[in-house]
């Protein structure tokens, strides 16, 4: 499994919005990409993402900016790399249950989903609560 940017930025956005707001209020997108070193443009696309799939809320004005759309415990892991990258494994662009092979490597497609469901197990029962550090998961 390769991390893309994009879905290493969405977490760390995401944990930095747990953490820099645990009464759940909106933090605005610079403070985001400065505290986390996010282009700010490649930022906004990847929160227009979350928002999009339900994971952040946005609110605008002077006192605006993004706040998570549920509690980071009922964030996995899992949901934000879905959101951001669709599918979270992929064997030369198909999803693992939909290659085939024949003769003697008829045996990889199972292999392929085993990693898949490997995968899934451990993102899904990951939370950004999880994630935060010990001083930040009070509120969490």
């Not at 930025?9 to 944990?15: D, E, S």
């Not at 900016?65 to 198909?94: C, E, F, H, K, M």
């Amino acid at each position: 499994m390769q991390i893309s940017a994009r879905s290493d930025y969405a977490l760390r956005a995401l944990i930095a919005t747990a953490g820099f707001s645990p009464d759940g209020g909106p933090v605005s997108a610079t403070k985001l990409a400065e505290a986390q070193a996010i282009p700010l443009g490649f930022l906004h696309d990847i929160m227009s993402d979350l928002r999009r799939a339900g994971l952040l809320t946005s609110q605008r004005g002077t006192d605006g900016g993004y706040a998570l759309a549920r509690p980071p415990s009922q964030i996995t892991v899992g949901d934000v790399l879905r959101a951001i990258n669709g599918a979270l494994s992929t064997v030369r662009g198909l999803p693992p249950d939909k290659v085939d092979y024949h003769g003697v490597a008829s045996g990889l497609p199972e292999l392929w989903m085993t990693l898949h469901e490997a995968i899934a197990e451990v993102v899904d029962r990951t939370t950004l609560a999880d994630l935060l550090p010990v001083q930040y998961r009070t509120n969490a």
